[in-house]
């Protein structure tokens, strides 16, 4: 589905939360807390700060529902983005501030700045994964998290060795973007439409448990030749590619 076609579902949710619908906040806050709550832990490494940037989050959703254009994608997509650019902030923050603590011993910029780009590109590459259709992300965790080569791997998803390649050719195709989109740099400030603040409902004030997290900053083993997908192959851009976040 393209960008000028939204789903039915995320043009009448902005609309109602243009409206002021607190029913709305709510039903959003029940479909994409976990979401939101799992992306901001990736970043921060902290329950208590993920709990607290989950709240921050919707609370600017209630706050600023027209920043939302459904034009521009999914709004899972959006809020995902925001919840990236909310998070990467707060680490460097964190990060700074700590720096100012230790004095002369404190981590060089460029290695604060490292470890904040590390964090946002495992955020990124979590929500890949977890957006990505079934059946390529089956291939992947098996390919990644259990190191199955693609002979296995078929086997363990009842496919064809060609139609398992296929699913990983594709599958990393989407995970590799997550190295294209840098963490926002200090100062930035994304470009959010925003109307005048309003006064939020009350929100729960501990988001849902998250889905365990998985292992940080999956990577691919270079060292192996399983991901070869032999001369000649090419793969077309897979879903979701070229999405703003």
């Known amino acids: 589905m393209g960008h000028d076609a939204p789903p039915r579902w995320d043009r009448r949710m902005q609309q109602r939360l243009a409206h002021g619908e607190a029913a709305a906040l709510g039903e959003l806050y029940d479909r994409f807390a976990s979401l939101v709550h799992s992306l901001a832990h990736r970043v921060l490494d902290d329950e208590d700060a993920a709990d607290r940037l989950t709240r921050e989050v919707f609370t600017y959703i209630w706050e600023h529902p027209d920043a939302y254009d459904p034009k521009q994608g999914p709004l899972r997509s959006w809020i995902a983005g925001v919840t990236r650019h909310q998070a990467v902030q707060r680490l460097r923050q ?80 989407l995970l590799s973007t997550a190295h294209h989109h840098q963490a926002p740099p200090p100062g930035h400030r994304a470009p959010y439409t925003a109307r005048g603040p309003r006064s939020s409902p009350t929100t729960p004030a501990t988001p849902p448990a998250p889905a365990p997290h998985p292992p940080r900053g999956p990577r691919p083993p270079h060292d192996q030749h399983t991901w070869h997908t032999g001369p000649g192959t090419s793969a077309p851009p897979g879903p979701g590619h070229g999405r703003s976040w």
């Open 94 to 173: 964190t990060e700074s501030a700590s720096a100012r603590d230790y004095g002369d011993g404190a981590p060089a910029p460029a290695e604060i700045e490292q470890k904040i780009r590390e964090a946002s590109t495992a955020a990124r590459a979590d929500y890949i994964v977890t957006s990505m259709p079934a059946p390529l992300r089956a291939a992947l965790e098996l390919a990644y998290f259990q190191r199955r080569d693609y002979r296995q791997t078929a086997a363990d998803l009842g496919v064809t060795e060609d139609e398992a390649r296929r699913r990983l050719r594709l599958g990393l195709q």
